[in-house]
């Protein structure tokens, strides 16, 4: 059915107030509506006692009856409607300067209550049941699990330009290689040197991304300088290609060093789930000064020569309890 058709009444009692007030033309699309709302919940709760993901005909109408027609956003209360029943979401009602976007009539105050109640009743699935989330949630309670879904598309992490791109994480990979053309290796070891000339007259930089294959999973190494205050200074860090609870259960450690001496970071990675840039801001990597970076590069320290080698492993318990880290051939 489209929003169009929809007639949606403000008053209490609405099924009462429309057959008093309305001619059978016109309370026709409403009752429409209403029966397709109810006879989407019975088949949501159907498909959830039958345990299956697939979404139900009726539950996709109406989920589509309750998409904003300005943002294609689910609508939740608010709900607005103009005088001739079309609705949009409150956000969209100031963006479109309180005229209706279907028929350009002005919007005034007016509330779908009979919209906004009649998805109370509803059950839907998680939008990302394609994406394997098997969860089916009260209207009102959906949005809230989405936003936190284990299954909802993770955003590309490469740090270098603003990517667009989405998808899960065998996706990804594919795309980091073909498109970023980013370096693939494989263990859990590594051994890399950064190399910039003219570093002091360079105040922000990025490395290009590099991805590491251990454990069955992705891991992504980020080094690039940036000012942090007015200190110009370098930074290294790990992301796992996963989520939070899943990165908890891997370590990693970053060592720089030249001429006697020795900087040593310890942590663990953080989900790509967190921007490149909430993790730096965040300062949790290995930081170093640039005069320190520059110390460490030897020769007459106009060029930047830094050496960066690591691991990562995963905590493996033993049967009295004790955590013992586990390395990957």
């Not at 956003?73 to 279907?102: D, E, F, W």
């Not at 263990?187 to 930089?205: D, I, L, M, Q, W």
């Not at 190494?221 to 990165?247: C, I, K, S, T």
């Amino acid at each position: 059915m489209d929003v169009d058709s929809v007639e949606c009444l403000s008053l209490p009692d609405a099924a009462s107030v429309a057959a008093a007030a309305m001619d059978a033309d016109d309370v026709g699309p409403a009752l429409h509506a209403h029966g397709a709302l109810l006879s989407a919940a019975a088949a949501a709760r159907a498909a959830r006692s039958k345990g299956g993901a697939a979404v139900p005909a009726a539950a996709s109408g109406v989920h589509e009856l309750l998409e904003c027609p300005v943002c294609t956003n689910s609508m939740y209360p608010p709900i607005h409607q103009c005088q001739n029943g079309h609705t949009l979401c409150s956000t969209c009602k100031a963006r479109v300067h309180n005229r209706c976007p279907t028929c350009r009539q002005e919007l005034g105050d007016i509330r779908c209550l009979a919209l906004e109640k009649v998805a109370e009743s509803l059950e839907l699935p998680c939008k990302y049941f394609s994406l394997g989330c098997p969860e089916i949630f009260p209207y009102y309670s959906k949005i809230k699990h989405e936003a936190q879904c284990i299954f909802r598309p993770y955003n590309c992490p490469y740090a270098g330009s603003e990517c667009a791109v989405v998808g899960d994480i065998p996706y990804l990979v594919t795309h980091l290689r073909d498109d970023h053309k980013v370096d693939m290796h494989s263990g859990c070891t590594f051994n890399h040197r950064y190399v910039k000339s003219n570093p002091r007259e360079v105040e922000n930089a990025t490395w290009m991304l590099t991805v590491f294959h251990c454990f069955g999973q992705y891991f992504c190494l980020h080094f690039e300088a940036f000012q942090l205050g007015m200190a110009p200074v370098y930074m290294a860090f790990l992301r796992f290609m996963g989520d939070e609870n899943e990165a908890r259960n891997y370590s990693y450690s970053l060592e720089v060093g030249a001429n006697g001496r020795k900087m040593v970071w310890e942590g663990t990675p953080r989900s790509v789930r967190d921007s490149h840039r909430k993790v730096r801001d965040s300062h949790d990597g290995l930081i170093i000064q640039r005069n320190m970076a520059l110390f460490f590069s030897g020769g007459d320290r106009k060029e930047l020569k830094l050496r960066i080698t690591g691991r990562i492993w995963k905590e493996q318990q033993t049967p009295d309890g004790t955590c013992i880290p586990n390395l990957c051939s």
